[in-house]
């Protein structure tokens, strides 16, 4: 498949890029093809999705941790993870 490169599509081809930190357009536009259909769901081989996991999630517990949210949207294409930094001023 050939995409043709307008001056609208260069801008975003490059911050996709930079997200995916891929060198190479191909590997990029995989990673976001792939991101974006475990994220939706509902297509052949990824499930009810992430976004739908969360949702549910959601809707059980009433609530989820930053912890449990990302938990929940980590995916190989875009890790997520949290960073608690507690502290108890003087």
């Not at 930079?18 to 190479?24: F, H």
């Not at 990824?46 to 929940?72: N, Q």
């Amino acid at each position: 498949m050939r995409i043709e490169s307008t001056d609208d599509r260069q801008r975003p081809r490059e911050s996709l890029l930079e997200a995916t930190d891929q060198s190479a357009k191909s590997k990029a536009l995989d990673d976001a093809t792939r991101y974006s259909c475990r994220m939706r769901g509902h297509v052949a081989g990824y499930g009810t999705g992430k976004i739908g996991e969360f949702l549910e999630a959601a809707d059980d517990r009433g609530s989820l941790t930053a912890s449990e949210i990302a938990a929940i949207l980590d995916t190989r294409e875009l890790p997520a993870e949290v960073e608690t930094d507690v502290r108890v001023a003087e």
